[in-house]
Nanobody, 120 residues
Framework: QVPLVESGGGLVQAGGSLRLSCTTSGRTFSTYTMGWFRRAPGKAREFVAFISRSGGDTHYADSVKGRFAISRDNAKNTVYLQMNSLKPDDTAVYYC?????????????WGQGTQVTVSS
């Protein structure tokens, strides 16, 4: 089991920014590919962003491309999601996820989520 703890969510006005963080314990963080997902009220969970083990490869959902940026600091066991130009449609619970594999969309471990609310 890989404990993942998200933080950084909150209430922000449209056009604003937030940075989410996800940390875990242990010495094997660099062996996991990491991702961010979100679930909006009444909707299915959706992929947001992916980052490879080294951080050299990233992928984004079309809906956030150009506005969100995923990064990681393996020395701090932390993955980040910088969210800029936020829109009300970005309102959701955001989850980080870890995988021992290389799939962009399939993950083995999940955090509890952090709420992001964007007001218009």
């Amino acid at each position: 089991q890989v404990p993942l703890v998200e933080s950084g969510g909150g209430l922000v006005q449209a056009g604003g920014s937030l940075r989410l963080s996800c940390t875990t314990s242990g010495r094997t963080f660099s062996t996991y590919t990491m991702g961010w997902f979100r679930r909006a009220p009444g909707k299915a969970r959706e992929f947001v962003a992916f980052i490879s083990r080294s951080g050299g490869d990233t992928h984004y959902a079309d809906s956030v491309k150009g506005r969100f940026a995923i990064s990681r600091d393996n020395a701090k066991n932390t993955v980040y999601l910088q969210m800029n130009s936020l829109k009300p449609d970005d309102t959701a619970v955001y989850y980080c996820a870890a995988s021992l594999g290389a799939s962009i969309y399939n993950y083995d471990y999940w955090g509890q989520g952090t709420q992001v609310t964007v007001s218009s």
